[in-house]
């Protein structure tokens, strides 16, 4: 079975709102708030479109748990463990972009 993402995802570890939102399970943040993942808590930055590189076949069973999406104009400014910065804006595992519905092969 072909797996996705190892060594490869990119690990988030800092987050800051850009503007108001509401989570994808009712949190809300505002504009300025700044979330640290907590020890042994894990957030992956996946392209906007799903299949990259980094993130795998986000429609896969073996998919990891997608929180953050890339995206120009997303509402968050987001930080990996070296200190690359994104832009970008959370995303329910459980939505029709990660609806898990098949396993991934080979590209």
Request: negative net charge; charged residues 20%; glycine residues 14%.
């Amino acid at each position: 079975m072909f797996h996705h993402g190892d060594g490869k995802a990119v690990d988030i570890v800092k987050v800051e709102f850009l503007e108001d939102v509401t989570g994808p399970h009712g949190e809300r943040w505002k504009q300025g708030d700044v979330m640290n993942a907590a020890p042994g808590e894990t957030w992956f930055l996946v392209s906007e479109t799903g299949g990259s590189p980094s993130s795998g076949d986000t429609h896969c069973y073996m998919t990891y748990v997608p929180t953050m999406v890339q995206d120009p104009a997303g509402p968050a400014r987001l930080w990996d463990a070296a200190g690359n910065r994104f832009r970008g804006r959370i995303v329910e595992r459980g939505s029709a972009q990660f609806s898990l519905d098949r396993f991934c092969g080979p590209t």
